[in-house]
Each structure stands twice: as C-alpha cells, then as structure tokens.
C-alpha cells in the first residue's frame, strides 16, 4: 500500500470517528485530504474503494440514511471501533512472553517487541514471568517467509519459483496461500496451486528469487476443515530420509552434535554425522557456523553450500 493511500484511509477513520453525525459523501470529500480530486466519478470509485478495505480489515464503517437527505451518512462509531480493556492471567501474559522470545530474532521480532511494549503499557507484566532455563528460538531466515506470511496474513494470491525435489528446473508456481507451517526445522506453504488446481505443500527452501503477491487482498478462502498441519506431516513423512557428515571444531556447533552422533576425527577436529531430508534446509543450517563446519558429504549438500557463499560473496 503506497504512503499517500495510508495516510488517506488514516485521515477518513479519524474524520468519522471523530464526527457527531453522520456525514455525507461529499462532506467527506471536502474534508478528508486526498480526496481533492475534480472528478466526481473518480471521488466515488476513490471513496467506495477505501470504505470496502476498511471493513475487511475489521473498521466498521456504518451506513444511516435520513429519509429528509438525498444522501446516505457514514461514521464510524467508537464504541465498535475501540478493543475493550486486555485483561490477562499470570499464565497468559507468560505465555505471551515466551512467544515473543521464540520471534526475538527472526523476521516477526519489530512486530512481537511492538505488542509486548504495548502490553506492558497497558500495565501487563510480561517479561518477567517469561524468564526461564530454556531459551527459545525460532529460524526464519528463509527469504521467502515475510512475502509469505504478508499472503497468508492478508488472504492474498501469490506467484514465485519453485524448485521441485527431484529437479533443478525452476517452475512458476501460483499458489493461494493457506497457512506457513513449521515442522522439523523446516518451513512450508500450505495452498491451492492453480496451475495444478489442487492442494499442494511447499518446502520455503526450495523457493527461488521473490515472492510476488497478485491480485487484491482478501480474495483467498480457506476451505472449512483444513489441517494444514496434518497435510505438512503427510507430505514430510513420504520424504526420503539421508546421512551428511559434517566436520566441526571442537567446542563449537553444539546444534549440529545434538541433532546427530558424534566421533573424533583423524585431526584436532570431530566429525558430526546426522540424519536430513532437504540439501537445501541443511546447507542453510550449516553456513550458519561459518568456518567451525564444513560438510564432507553428501556433494549435493556442499555444491549448496558453495551457492550460498559465492551468493553472498557478490
């Protein structure tokens, strides 16, 4: 959404919330900047445009004709449009914290830091009660999780590159995204893919290049029913399970010695050898550690590696 459309919809929530009465389409016209348009079918399309996204955001916006006006008025009145007071139990705010921690460094952590600061405004606690032993984390540093999650969150059509597993040929795909899952440490799209006219799931390290949403916000219906999660561990269940040996320094890489079994090496380093589905999931993983990691087979996982690198490179 461009910068002057927002400040546009901002500007006409606060004229009618702000409003005694109901106001007319051309009182709004005068008094809402943005709407300076000369063109009265133009202000129309403009106006019902702007009313229709308010309302699949949540705003609502009321309709009342006078049978003495010509005109029907709009408002919004306050009492739909405020949130009630947030009230929450000990055990409620604390698993909010929690949550928050898990997004702390991943791509949700402005969006997760912005609600807690607003919580705790409201005088809500949830930092301490949070605290604990075991500190949790989630990893989303698949490039295709924001466009993603922006889709799912918005219901909108999107269309990107996907390299199939048991090829390097890059097809387009045009998915109506259902939900992101997460399962194993990896990430998935769940959707209807149109070129396929089917349900589909979608490994997010297999997608290449941007994803590009199309059409208008909204138009994606997720179908009653639907256990995106259960269609994820059908899907992952039928996935080939493979052996990587990955030499490590000692003393580092402590996620990669829990994940497998460890033994020492012929030099001062150890050798890691672990389990894994996706070449593209665990080159990521293994960039990660930098120079304390290098895979010495399977080759598929070091060419990714490799890609990674010299991506990064240039």
Known sequence: MSRRKTERLLNLVICLLA?????????????????????????????????????????PVEVH??????????RIVRQAYELPEITLEADEAAVLGLAAQVWQRANLAEAAS???????????????LAEGPLE????????????????VRD???????????????????????WGVVSRRGRWYLVGHDRERDAPRVFRLSRIS???????????????????????????????????????????TCQGLRQAGAVRRGEDDW???????????????WVVGFAGDAEVLDPPDVRDAIIRRLKGALA
């Open 114 to 128: 912005g609600a807690l600061l607003k919580l705790r405004a409201a005088g809500v606690e949830t930092a301490e």
């Open 65 to 74: 004709r006078d049978p003495w006006e010509d005109e029907p008025g709009y």
């Open 270 to 284: 150890d050798v890691v050898t672990l389990d894994f589905a996706d070449p593209e999931w665990l080159a990521g």
């Open 155 to 177: 219901r909108r059509v999107v269309r990107f590159d996907y390299r199939a597993a048991a090829s390097e040929v890059l097809m387009t795909r045009t998915v109506e995204p």
């Open 209 to 251: 290049g941007p994803v590009t949403p199309t059409g208008r916000p909204g138009a994606v219906t997720v179908p009653g029913g639907v256990d995106i999660r259960s269609m994820v561990g059908t899907r992952d269940s039928l996935v080939r399970e493979r052996v990587a040996t990955v030499r490590v320094r000692p003393g």
């Open 19 to 59: 409003t005694r009465r109901p106001l007319s389409a051309e009182q709004i016209r005068h008094a809402v900047p943005g709407y300076d348009s000369g063109n009265d079918e133009a202000f129309q399309r403009m106006f019902e445009r702007d009313k229709t996204e308010l309302r699949e955001i949540g705003i």
């Open 136 to 151: 949790l984390r989630v990893d989303t540093r698949d490039p295709a999780f924001p466009g993603l999650w922006e889709a």
